[in-house]
C-alpha cells in the first residue's frame, strides 16, 4: 500500500520557518498530482499548494508568497517551506496523493492517499 509520512513540525513564533517533508514509499511522487493540506479541529480542509506531474505549482492566496513546494525526485520526497509563518497557519498539515485527474487548489483533487500528519504551531 502506498505510504506517505510527514516530518518537520513544531512549534515557532510568527514570522519564524519551518520545513516539511513528506517522504513516499511504493508510490512515485511524480505518477500524479500531489499536495499539502491543513486542517484545523472543527474547521474545513484546506488545500494550500499543489503541485503536478510537469512540476506546476498552485498556491492558496493564504500562502502565497510565504510557502514553496519542491519535490526531490531521487529522493522520492516532497519538501513544503513555510517562511513568514502567522499564528493563523496553526494546523495539522498532511502531504497528500490525488487519485484523481486535475491538480489545482482551487478545484482540488480526490486525495486519495495521505499521512499521519504534521502539528505546525505558530505563536504570536
Known amino acids: 500500500q502506498e505510504q506517505l509520512v510527514e516530518s518537520g513540525g513544531g512549534s515557532v513564533q510568527a514570522g519564524g520557518s519551518l520545513r516539511l517533508s513528506c517522504a513516499a514509499s511504493?508510490?512515485?511522487?511524480?505518477?500524479?498530482?500531489m499536495g499539502w493540506f491543513r486542517q484545523v479541529p472543527g474547521k474545513e480542509r484546506e488545500d494550500i499548494v499543489v503541485?503536478?506531474?510537469?512540476?506546476?505549482?498552485e498556491y492558496a492566496d493564504s500562502v502565497n508568497g510565504r510557502f514553496t513546494i519542491s519535490r526531490d525526485n531521487v529522493k522520492n520526497t516532497m519538501v513544503l517551506q513555510m517562511d513568514s509563518l502567522k499564528p493563523e497557519d496553526t494546523a495539522m498539515y498532511y502531504c497528500?496523493?490525488?487519485?484523481?485527474?486535475?491538480?489545482?487548489?482551487?478545484?482540488?483533487?480526490?486525495?486519495?492517499?495521505w499521512g499521519q500528519g504534521t502539528q505546525v504551531t505558530v505563536s504570536s
Open positions: 511504493r508510490y512515485s511522487i511524480t505518477a500524479s498530482c
Open positions: 503541485i503536478d506531474r510537469n512540476g506546476r505549482t
Open positions: 497528500a496523493a490525488a487519485v484523481s485527474e486535475g491538480c489545482s487548489v482551487v478545484a482540488p483533487p480526490i486525495w486519495g492517499y
